[in-house]
């Protein structure tokens, strides 16, 4: 009993100890970088800030009429600096107890029917308008707007519409929601601001003309010119603990060692390669919330791997990643496509001529373990097409069988080229710089036999290579009236494995490299003519 | 990576059962859990899960949301024919079933949020609420709003919500054109084969030992393990070919260690396996009865069964003629059914590139008139152009032996292509005594 009491003590001392703390930086940090809770104000953005929050405020308390438009990328800090902007508005009284806001978002909103229910509802009016039938669009909005005028009925109440995804909008038929809200804006009939937010730069060549002449023109932009000082400065005040922290010797420690880590040199790159890559809110706030995951209590700072490893899930390359789980056959698949696109410069191919490439392929070995039944290709071709990685061409009609159906691969030279590297099965020491068609179609065959045998030049010392040789055969190259022979061992050593060596593959790596000109000179041989060459071979017993 | 066992907020006991349930994607439960944080905290507004099929995605999903009691709704994407019964389905998990009842008659995504927000007012979220969607990828060929407006719907309802894309297809097949919140992208791996042996290994008839059946599985990701990885499919040939297996150590031939021996005895239905069951030529119970029929003695029957279609002699001679039409270039029929056609220049026809190949390339079209000539010339005695061979060709449409490729309402000179494998025409020529092969310009010595 005795033991248990303390034990839970003890529990106890180290909740409040580190647990407690730590819950509660995971909360506010959390709050700020999932839920996207407004900062004190907004960094970089002084001067929209002033710009917007003077334009609402005129029609707020003076009931001036706007309309304005927010452009900027995604993850610019768009809504934040509209929410920034509100909430500075409200603190005033007379805007208080003045404004209503009515918030419609294109992706909500998709017709013009239900955003001006959607704004009947939100100026709480459902009950004047009732059952009545309105003759058109914007004899509804005259209604509600002349609703909201104050009981001395000499002024309305000023509303903020502030439409999100305003692209979006200007796809709804005739444009009729914008028409009488920019109407309604230009001629002094009621005061309201209509304030756009969008990523499109180009939204105004998206607004029909008679909408366009009644928008203000007025517009601010975020466009953001960060520079990578600013950039580390910002993760760094992302991820520090603000001063009400309750435990202030801990938030002190944790700002201390948010300013070594942002100091650390490996961090600095990874954060350059972030800024060169995206300098938005969004990416960022993903990558610290993917180190701040990687917090817990028997490890409580942010550690320099920590950033590398949420960098290295942020930058995981998912097509790469789908490759290296696809079977042997469709990756073999994979390859004969490929080598189509290279040989005939990237016309669509079909499943037949997949297969024959295959066939030919696999007609080099003797190894008949990868001769497929046709249906099991099939199968497999339409496992590739389900992944998307291969698509139909266009126009492809149905009604053509489906092992004639032109299709397109969707991957590119490299990520094949990758895939294959990092391929489990693949050895991994080839060499990145030079793989041409031909040497990825070795390394493939290299992959079937689960066998290490792409090494264009580490082939060439085969013949100085240790082995125990059982057997041996001897190929003899007349070339002209020259004549070379090469003795090659059966088995392979290499490291600490061994490989057991098919002559065929020896041939054929060896046509391979006539083929390619190649210059044997560590052999002392210079073979530099394909034709003309015979390649007679004798089994010799040692 | 943190350990999946040692996530706060969560009971230690319920972790360690989810590690248990969970063999093999320890890794990625532990990832998730520590993104998706404690219970009470924000989690990041939306996160894609990819892999193949089969790596544990809904499972994972599944196993911790039960037990670790997370409220969530789980919307597979397939079964969601209208966004209605998406919405139905979410605000009846949340909210019980007075809220769902709330939706207009095809309600817009807008009514829903309405009704979310409505809702949660009244009951606040205490805990992180979580929208699994299986098969996301269907999503793209919903409502062009409806896959944005999930991805930032902690946004939109203002609620602690996570949304879970699952899916087969790696993120950038799913950004739209004026791009989207961007979720959080988390990859499942496939199995490894140490691990599908271990997965597999999990389900062994207790009246075998671990090593005898791991032997088994052994053998068969020998035979399927470079064509399927998918852990389902293999899992389903597992069962099917143990009996099978067993055989010979119930007759008392072998015994449990003699791999050898019990090797030999599979491999060959292993793989007709392959070319049946993994094609999905016969379902699980024709696959046993087969089984059992050959212990009968009884020789096994060709299995691709779709190589047998009785035809008319006629309709016969008149897909062979389909055949010749569609994969030989009209410029050759002169010199393979003219009886006069003159000096053959061989060297003519044997200037083909491969890429002209009508057998890499696919059928032609080719008109009714051609098709005719060629049936009149192959045919051996003499028929008479009746309605019945007309009819013929009409019933080969409908077999979808042929294809008719012009219009329908081009009654003069319809124009068909041959939509019948090379095997299957040379099975059918064998039948009437005639070498096909001797007349296909592909095929040409």
């Known amino acids: 009993m005795a033991t248990r009491h303390t034990a839970s003590s003890c529990f106890t001392e180290i909740w409040i100890e580190f647990i407690c703390p730590l819950l509660q930086v995971q909360k506010i940090l959390r709050e700020r970088l999932c839920h996207q809770q407004l900062p004190e104000k907004p960094e970089g953005l002084e001067a929209q800030h002033k710009h917007l929050l003077e334009l609402l405020k005129r029609t707020a308390v003076h009931g001036e009429s706007n309309s304005v438009l927010i452009v900027g990328p995604r993850g610019a800090g768009k809504t934040m600096l509209l929410k920034c902007v509100l909430r500075d508005l409200l603190e005033e009284t007379e805007a208080q107890k003045n404004l209503l806001q009515v918030h419609l978002n294109g992706l909500l909103q998709t017709d013009d029917r239900i955003a001006l229910k959607e704004i009947t509802r939100q100026l709480h009016l459902e009950n004047v308008v009732g059952d009545k039938v309105f003759g058109s669009f914007a004899e509804n909005l005259a209604f509600l707007l002349e609703a909201l005028k104050k009981g001395d009925r000499s002024s309305s109440r000023p509303v903020l519409f502030v439409l999100d995804e305003f692209d979006l909008f200007a796809h709804h038929k005739n444009q009729t929601l914008l028409y009488n809200l920019f109407d309604v804006s230009q001629s002094a009939q009621a005061p309201i601001a209509v304030v756009g937010i969008t990523c499109r730069l180009d939204v105004l060549e998206l607004l029909e003309k008679r909408v366009k002449s009644r928008f203000s023109h007025r517009q601010i932009h975020l466009l953001?010119?960060?520079?990578?000082?600013?950039?580390?400065?910002?993760?760094?005040?992302?991820?520090?603990?603000?001063?009400?922290?309750?435990?202030?010797?801990?938030?002190?420690?944790?700002?201390?060692?948010?300013?070594?880590?942002?100091?650390?040199?490996?961090?600095?790159?990874?954060?350059?390669?972030?800024?060169?890559?995206?300098?938005?809110?969004?990416?960022?706030?993903?990558?610290?919330?993917?180190?701040?995951?990687?917090?817990?209590?028997?490890?409580?700072?942010?550690?320099?791997?920590?950033?590398?490893?949420?960098?290295?899930?942020?930058f995981a390359d998912a097509t790469a990643n789908m490759l290296r789980g696809l079977s042997i056959l469709e990756l073999c698949l994979?390859?004969?496509?490929?080598?189509?696109?290279?040989?005939?410069?990237?016309?669509?191919?079909?499943?037949?001529?997949?297969?024959?490439?295959?066939?030919?392929?696999?007609?080099?070995?003797?190894?008949?373990?990868?001769?497929?039944?046709?249906?099991v290709i099939m199968k497999a071709f339409e496992h590739l097409q389900e992944l998307e990685l291969i698509r139909p061409v266009d126009g492809s009609s149905a009604k053509t069988q489906r092992e004639y159906r032109l299709m397109r691969l969707m991957l590119d030279h490299s990520q094949i080229v990758e895939a294959l590297q990092k391929y489990p099965q693949c050895p991994t020491e080839w060499s990145t710089a030079h793989l041409d068609p031909m040497q990825t179609w070795i390394c493939c065959a290299a992959t079937l036999q689960e066998k290490m045998f792409y090494y264009p030049r580490?082939?060439?010392?085969l013949g100085q290579m240790k082995g125990s040789c059982a057997t041996a055969y001897q190929i003899h190259v007349f070339h002209g009236n020259q004549h070379y022979s090469l003795k090659q061992g059966l088995t392979l050593t290499w490291g600490k494995k061994t490989w057991q060596l098919e002559w065929r593959m020896i041939f054929f790596f060896f046509m391979f490299f006539m083929d390619r000109c190649c210059d044997l000179s560590q052999q002392k041989l210079s073979l530099c003519c394909v034709a003309g060459v015979t390649v007679r071979c004798r089994k010799v017993l040692h | 990576m943190a350990a999946l066992s040692q996530q706060p907020g969560y009971e230690e006991e319920k972790l360690r059962k989810v590690t248990e349930l969970l063999p093999c994607r320890e890794l990625q439960a532990g990832f998730l859990l520590s993104v998706m944080g404690q219970p009470q905290q924000y989690s990041y507004p939306s996160i894609f899960i990819y892999g193949h099929r089969a790596s544990g995605k809904s499972h994972v999903m599944q196993v911790?949301?039960?037990?670790?009691?997370?409220?969530?709704?789980?919307?597979?994407?397939?079964?969601?024919?209208?966004?209605?019964?998406l919405f139905e389905h979410v605000l009846l998990s949340f909210f019980g079933y007075e809220a769902a009842s709330l939706l207009p008659r095809s309600p817009s995504l807008s009514d829903f949020v309405r009704i979310y927000r409505q809702q949660c007012s009244r009951s606040p979220a205490k805990q992180t609420?979580?929208?699994?969607?299986?098969?996301?990828?269907?999503?793209?060929?919903?409502?062009?709003?409806?896959?944005?407006?999930?991805?930032?719907?902690?946004?939109?309802?203002?609620?602690?919500?996570?949304?879970?894309?699952?899916?087969?297809?790696?993120?950038d097949k799913f950004r739209p054109?004026?791009?989207?919140?961007?979720?959080?992208?988390?990859?499942?791996?496939?199995?490894?084969?140490?691990?599908?042996?271990?997965?597999?290994?999990?389900?062994?008839?207790?009246?075998?030992?671990?090593?005898?059946?791991?032997?088994?599985?052994?053998?068969?990701?020998?035979?399927?393990?470079?064509?399927?990885?998918?852990?389902?499919?293999?899992?389903h040939l597992a069962a099917l070919n143990f009996s099978k297996f067993c055989e010979p150590l119930a007759e008392g031939k072998v015994k449990e260690t003699d791999t050898h021996k019990l090797w030999r005895n599979i491999e060959p239905h292993l793989k007709k396996a392959m070319q049946t069951v993994y094609l999905r030529e016969v379902s699980s119970h024709q696959w046993e009865q087969m089984q059992q029929m050959e212990k009968e003695?009884?020789?096994?029957?060709?299995?691709?069964?779709?190589?047998?279609?009785?035809?008319?002699?006629?309709?016969?001679?008149?897909?062979?003629?389909?055949?010749?039409?569609?994969?030989?270039?009209?410029?050759?029929?002169?010199?393979?059914?003219?009886?006069?056609h003159g000096k053959i220049r061989k060297t003519h026809f044997q200037k083909k590139n491969e890429k002209a190949s009508n057998h890499l390339l696919g059928p032609k079209p080719f008109p009714l008139d051609r098709l005719l000539a060629i049936f009149y010339s192959v045919v051996d005695s003499r028929v008479a152009p009746t309605a019945s061979i007309f009819s013929q060709i009409s019933s080969l449409v409908t077999l979808q032996l042929l294809t008719q490729v012009s219009h329908d309402d081009q009654l003069d000179a319809p124009k068909y292509k041959c939509a019948v494998p090379l095997d299957f025409i040379c099975a059918i020529s064998r039948t009437v005594n005639f070498d096909i092969v001797k007349y296909l310009y592909d095929f040409l010595q």
């Open chain 2, 64 to 85: 911790l949301f039960k037990e670790l009691e997370l409220p969530h709704a789980t919307v597979s994407c397939v079964e969601c024919v209208s966004v209605a019964s």
């Open chain 2, 177 to 235: 054109n004026t791009g989207c919140f961007e979720p959080l992208l988390l990859h499942f791996p496939d199995y490894s084969k140490v691990e599908l042996q271990q997965i597999l290994s999990l389900d062994r008839n207790p009246s075998y030992s671990a090593e005898f059946y791991s032997s088994y599985i052994n053998i068969l990701l020998g035979v399927f393990y470079s064509v399927c990885r998918d852990l389902r499919e293999l899992r």
């Open chain 1, 224 to 314: 953001s010119s960060l520079t990578s000082t600013q950039y580390l400065e910002r993760v760094q005040t992302q991820l520090s603990l603000p001063d009400h922290f309750p435990d202030g010797q801990f938030a002190q420690d944790w700002n201390d060692s948010i300013k070594t880590l942002c100091r650390d040199k490996s961090v600095g790159e990874i954060l350059q390669r972030h800024f060169n890559s995206s300098k938005d809110f969004r990416s960022l706030h993903m990558l610290l919330m993917l180190c701040l995951s990687r917090v817990s209590v028997a490890k409580p700072t942010i550690k320099p791997i920590d950033v590398q490893e949420a960098s290295r899930v942020c």
């Open chain 2, 297 to 340: 003695a009884e020789p096994l029957r060709g299995l691709s069964a779709h190589t047998h279609v009785e035809l008319p002699y006629y309709s016969k001679f008149l897909l062979i003629a389909a055949y010749l039409a569609s994969y030989n270039p009209a410029r050759t029929d002169k010199r393979f059914f003219l009886k006069h």
């Open chain 2, 129 to 171: 609420r979580y929208i699994v969607m299986e098969k996301s990828e269907l999503l793209r060929d919903a409502d062009a709003n409806l896959l944005p407006a999930l991805l930032r719907l902690q946004e939109l309802v203002e609620d602690n919500i996570t949304v879970i894309l699952l899916s087969e297809i790696s993120w």
């Open chain 1, 334 to 375: 994979i390859i004969a496509m490929k080598h189509l696109n290279d040989v005939y410069e990237g016309e669509p191919f079909n499943l037949q001529m997949v297969h024959n490439e295959f066939k030919k392929f696999l007609q080099r070995k003797s190894n008949s373990m990868y001769n497929f039944e046709r249906p």
């Open chain 1, 458 to 461: 580490e082939f060439l010392k």
